[in-house]
């Protein structure tokens, strides 16, 4: 049974694959510039025999192909970048470069797609269909490895069929996985804006055009795009962090200064919703004597897991690991660039539970004490393995 010699295969490798990701851990590099990285991931596909080609500078791809006839293919993505944020561990493997960090576990990502591949490598000959993997960097950066790769053509020469892609989650304890069909996480943009006045004594506005008060109304009246324009059965977030109006208690300055984001899951509303908002400031800031530049720089798209690829991705994770192992998602309206290969190709981007919480390993991605509980690779490995050649029709 291929269950049971992935199941066997995955234990045999689990030490090299925690090795693995210890190195990629103590020696993160920031996205666009994962030259170490690819150079140890193109060493590793060297040692499996497998031939790579470079593509977006730093990614890799490589084909793994069962020694059965079909004409298959399924591919698997892991992304390989690391964070601006200094590691608070205390642990053997702490990142080596100050001030950068596998934050979000993309360490673990990358090297479980190497351990899938040397578990894929090892059953060529029990499997039909082509594994494409895919090494990609800069998730984590405009305008996201993704789209570069799939610009170069990444799904193309073979074309899959399908795309998995799965990331750690520090809410799931290791030893389970989660899955979401359809819209799953956010498309991302961000706003930058400067509202215009004319600054003077605050004792003497009949003098001043007071951009703080014309920013106060653009805050709230922005918030109707999304609470009276936005379907309710469609979720829209827009929120401002950053409001700088540099005057002083006795002085209106010249200009606010503002950032924000706005996230959605449709893509006609995403682009009405950036319309809708320029128009919006603009107008109130024109009507009260101001004006306003509004800029959106638009980032990642939706991520929607493709309904039956989904679903059937999912009852064989449940043959893999036990109906008790496999979770269901919620929406999350943060964002990630495995949207790209979601809007123009079958995808399933799942997450690989790495909580423990007796350890202590809970803190969230993206911050300095995220960790992940390294038991998570005695599935991990062998559920992508699974889920590829079950795809492939084995
Ligand atoms: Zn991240
Ligand atoms: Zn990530």
Redo the contacts with the bound molecule.
């Keep these: 049974m291929i269950k049971e010699k992935i199941q066997q295969l995955s234990a045999n490798i689990f030490n090299e694959v925690v090795a693995n990701r210890r190195h990629i851990h103590a020696h993160p590099e920031l996205s666009f510039h994962e030259l170490e990285t690819s150079v140890f991931v193109a060493n590793k596909l060297e040692e499996l025999g497998l031939e790579y080609h470079k593509m977006a500078d730093t990614g890799l791809v490589a084909l793994i192909k069962g020694d059965k006839p079909s004409d298959r293919v399924v591919a698997l993505r892991a992304d390989m970048d690391a ?1 601006p944020i200094t590691e608070a561990n205390d642990v053997p493997y702490k990142s080596q470069n100050n001030g950068v960090m596998h ?2 576990g ?1 360490d673990a990502h990358t090297s479980s797609l190497l351990g899938t591949a040397k578990i894929l490598t090892e059953l060529k000959s029990e499997f039909a269909g082509t594994v494409k993997l895919i090494f990609q960097p800069a ?2 950066k405009l305008p996201g490895g993704a789209s570069l790769m799939i610009k170069q053509g990444v799904l193309e020469n073979p074309k899959p069929q399908a795309v998995l892609g799965q990331h750690v989650m520090p809410f799931i304890d290791a030893g389970k996985v989660g899955f979401r069909a359809g819209k799953y996480m956010a498309s991302t943009d961000e706003i930058y804006v400067t509202v215009k006045g004319k600054g003077g004594h605050g004792a003497q506005p009949q003098q001043n055009v007071d951009p703080v008060i014309i920013t106060a109304h653009i805050l709230t009246a922005l918030q109707q795009v999304v609470s009276r324009f936005a379907d309710p059965k469609s979720p829209s977030v827009l929120s401002f962090g950053k409001v700088i109006a540099n005057g002083a208690t006795n002085v209106i300055p010249n200009e606010v200064y503002l950032e924000g984001t706005f996230r959605t899951m449709d893509e006609k509303w995403r682009t009405d919703a950036h319309i809708r908002m320029k128009k919006m400031a603009e107008g109130i800031a024109e009507s009260m004597g101001g004006s306003c530049e509004f800029n959106i720089m638009k980032g990642y798209p939706f991520l929607i897991n493709e309904e039956k690829l989904t679903e059937a991705t999912r009852s064989h994770a449940e043959d893999y690991l036990g109906k008790e192992n496999v979770l269901d998602l919620d929406i999350w309206m943060a964002a ?1 660039d495995f949207a790209y290969y979601s809007q123009v190709a079958n995808s399933c981007f799942y997450r690989l539970g790495t909580r423990n919480e007796s350890r202590g390993i809970t803190s969230s ?2 911050t300095p004490t995220f960790d992940i509980e390294e038991d998570a690779f005695k599935i991990s490995t062998g559920l992508m393995a699974y889920l590829a050649v079950k795809q492939l029709g084995n």
């Design positions: 964070l934050a979000c993309h998730e984590e990630e991605v993206h």
